[in-house]
């Protein structure tokens, strides 16, 4: 290397090049790679941030200024841009460090390895051209050395990059899905005994139950509504239920089999789901139907979407169910979100469903028609219904509170007539302005 060179001229000066060397490649990127780690890791997290809270807000915007959160949505925004920015500030001075340490080094190097030449010429150790050519050697030689210097701290944004899709990749699923498990020809009921549910992972799982002792059994052709108090704990039974979630404790058999042993394609042939929110692809109505059964007739696809109710909406759309939705179906109302799940559920015809407050945007005309289609295809099918609305409830074989974590059974219709006796009908009017587009 430099250093034996220079040390043919004089050793001292061959023992100062390698130290510097040291100094600028290994301790520079020392100093700066963390700071400049940790800030490109906020930068990087702080517009992710922002980013999901803006569509949030927008997918939102009606729901916001209805409830008087505009204000503070705006505020949550501001602040979420306050932080991008410090974040994208604080990372430009770490890396202005980085490049302060890194030319600092060089001068420093170069003023010692000159003050060394120098001592050298006065004693008569190295001559003046030697001295001269020697300097100039050593500072020519930096620029390459420190661009060797820079590439650690240079990486590590993208390393900060890089470590987010990494995370995300090892990401592990709450629920480990069994291809090439059991397959059960049709659907002969399904049975919970003493099933329980807990979000937490250690000793005191059974003290934060959300699900504590259910029991519950659905056979082919039952109608079963399950109502309770917000925070009970009826999405995560669906959750559970559907294997979107394990259980923690108790046993859960669908047509006789665990519900674990069952192929996860063969488990979704026997239930589906209408959820509360419900997602959209960008993409045409049509092929967001057809999601549930990706080979389905057009002609299939057509009726699931008469069954649902949703004729008005697509005669407004332009290209009816040709119409492409961009946004999660920004243009369209919740309500008419919803009904696309219905269809959905029409058109996987699973015989067990599953359905996650299905019409809590609909007005009570459209509740009617779209309760009265889901009846109509009842054949033999399986209905479990999440609900707080009289309709829904009224229609029911069975109902069932869930408190504490249990199902406690009640009389359906005895409780129907009571809410009907209060006027729990006029509901209509309060959920009609929800479905208006």
């Known amino acids: 290397g430099r250093g034996g060179v220079f040390c043919t001229l004089a050793p001292w000066l061959g023992l100062t090049a390698p130290a510097a060397d040291g100094l600028l490649v290994l301790l520079g990127p020392r100093l700066t790679a963390g700071p400049t780690y940790r800030a490109a890791s906020t930068e990087r997290a702080a517009p992710g941030a922002l980013h999901s809270l803006v569509l949030e807000s927008l ?36 890396r202005g460090w980085n490049d302060v340490i890194t030319e600092t080094i060089p001068m420093l190097a170069v003023a010692a390895f000159t003050g060394t030449a120098a001592v050298l010429v006065s004693s008569g150790g190295l001559g003046a051209i030697s001295a001269i050519v020697a300097v100039a050697g050593f500072t020519a030689s930096f620029p390459a050395l420190m661009s060797v210097a820079r590439l650690g701290s240079g990486l590590q ?85 559907m294997r979107f979630r394990d259980r923690t404790d108790g046993t859960l058999d669908v047509s006789g089999e665990s519900i674990e042993t069952i192929d996860v394609h063969a488990l979704r042939r026997l239930e589906t789901m209408v959820s509360q929110d419900t997602f959209l692809f960008d993409d045409t109505v049509a092929r967001n139907i057809a ?14 979407a008469r069954d649902a109710g949703l004729d008005d909406v697509l005669a407004e759309l332009p290209g009816g169910l040709d119409h492409r939705l961009t946004r999660n179906g920004s243009e369209l109302s919740a309500g008419q979100r919803q009904r696309i799940a219905v269809a959905r559920a029409f058109l996987r015809d699973a015989p067990l469903v599953l359905l996650d407050e299905p019409t809590s945007n609909m007005d009570a005309l459209l509740e009617g028609r779209v309760l009265d289609a889901l009846f ?9 219904i999440v609900s707080h609305r009289s309709a829904a409830i009224a229609r ?42």
């Open 291 to 304: 999601i549930a059964r990706p080979k389905a007739a057009r002609t299939d696809i057509e009726a699931a």
């Open 376 to 384: 109509r295809h009842r054949d033999g099918r399986a209905y479990l």
């Open 59 to 94: 997918d939102g915007r009606d729901q916001l200024a209805g409830l008087g959160a505009a204000a503070r949505t705006r505020e949550r925004l501001m602040a979420a841009t306050t932080r991008m920015i410090d974040a994208r500030g604080r990372s430009n001075r770490a």
């Open 157 to 241: 944004p993208t390393l900060a990059s890089a470590r987010r899709v990494f995370a995300l990749m090892d990401e592990e699923p709450a629920v480990k899905e069994n291809e090439g498990g059991r397959t059960p020809g049709s659907f002969t009921g399904l049975d919970a005994r003493h099933l329980a549910f807990s979000y937490a992972d250690d000793a005191d799982a059974h003290a934060d139950a959300v699900l504590a002792d259910v029991d519950l059994s659905i056979r082919p052709g039952d109608v079963i509504a399950v109502q309770g108090e917000n925070g009970a704990g009826k999405s995560t039974l669906i959750d559970v239920l």
């Open 396 to 437: 029911a074989d069975r109902l069932l509170t869930l408190r504490d974590g249990r199902l406690v059974e009640d009389d359906a219709q005895a409780i129907s007539g009571r809410e009907n006796d209060r006027g729990i009908g006029l509901e209509a009017s309060e959920t009609s302005s929800m479905e208006r587009a």
